[in-house]
Nanobody
Framework: QVQLVESGGGLVKPGGSLRLSCAASGFIFSTYAMNWYRQAPGIERELVATISSAGVSTNYADSVKGRFTISRDNAKKTVYLQMNSLEPEDSAVYYC??????????????WGQGTQVTVSS
């Protein structure tokens, strides 16, 4: 019954923008930190962006800092990733992740199916 459904991926030229969305259901969304990960062939999974359960705190990988913005709408049970100034190196499958954090430690994960982002001229 738990679902995380990503959307918004596609093909974009270098310098372009995309906005990824992840719609959640089946759990108490507002109690989970939300993350975006990405996976490219031959490269280990990378944590791209994190947002705390209340949306107060965010963090980004150095490779995307200043270009990507994570946000959430707890009323809509949706997390977003705004990606600007995209580079070919950003090409990957992007995964939405929900993580329950208890006393500062992760206690459970839910994962979406992923959405492909391809940056190419």
């Amino acid at each position: 019954q738990v679902q995380l459904v990503e959307s918004g991926g596609g093909l974009v030229k270098p310098g372009g923008s995309l906005r990824l969305s992840c719609a959640a259901s089946g759990f108490i969304f507002s109690t989970y930190a939300m993350n975006w990960y990405r996976q490219a062939p031959g490269i280990e999974r990378e944590l791209v962006a994190t947002i705390s359960s209340a949306g107060v705190s965010t963090n980004y990988a150095d490779s995307v800092k200043g270009r990507f913005t994570i946000s959430r709408d707890n009323a809509k049970k949706t997390v977003y990733l705004q990606m600007n100034s995209l580079e070919p190196e950003d090409s990957a499958v992007y995964y939405c992740n929900a993580r329950l954090v208890v006393l500062g430690f992760p206690r459970g994960d839910y994962w979406g199916q992923g959405t492909q982002v391809t940056v190419s001229s």
